[in-house]
């Protein structure tokens, strides 16, 4: 009889989205070691396979971290001062699934980056760091000038190199964007 309920429960999770059927796959999981490798499977990124010339199969995970996490909020929220068979508050079993859950998105994608580092990051691939140019705003400031992307007159500014024509002259009737 209990495997014949296991499969009900199964067939009933099937109709449910994702992250809803893997939060209810996890709490009739028993130890932290078999909730691991759930949150591993569903979790880890998958790869595309190509089924046709249009068709691909999709790279993401089957349930994203993120998504995942919102459900067992809405789950906290509505209930979360509930007591489980031990006496616990199903709150509690709710937060220890979302630290699994992030230790699990750390083994699969690798620790979250603080704004810093992504900047860096930014930087290092050649793009411009908030942080360079919030520097570059101050440096000017202090020097009594004033960032071109602090002032509204440059706005409608353009080169002259960009409006002028092949031939280096202005064309009088050339309009930017029309």
Do not use: C, H
Not at 15 to 38: F, M, S, Y
């Amino acid at each position: 009889m209990e495997r014949l309920l296991a499969v009900g429960k199964e067939a009933a999770d099937a109709a449910k989205d994702p992250p809803v059927r893997l939060l209810r796959q996890l709490l009739r999981t028993e130890t932290n070691k078999a909730r691991g490798e759930i949150f591993d499977e569903a979790f880890r990124p998958r790869e595309s396979i190509s089924l046709s010339e249009e068709e691909r199969t999709s790279d993401e995970p089957l349930v994203k971290p993120p998504d995942f996490i919102s459900v067992v909020q809405v789950a906290m929220t509505q209930f979360g001062n509930v007591a489980t068979g031990d006496g616990t508050l199903f709150e509690v079993k709710l937060k220890e699934l979302i630290d699994e859950a992030e230790a699990a998105a750390v083994r699969n994608y690798g620790q979250a980056k603080n704004p810093q580092e992504r900047q860096d990051q930014a930087w290092n691939e050649r793009s411009v760091s908030v942080f360079d140019l919030e520097a570059m705003e101050n440096d000017l400031m202090a020097k009594g000038e004033e960032a071109v992307w602090a002032n509204d007159k440059y706005d409608a500014m353009q080169p002259d190199d960009f409006i002028k024509g092949e031939d280096g002259q202005k064309p009088k009737d050339r309009r930017i964007g029309g």
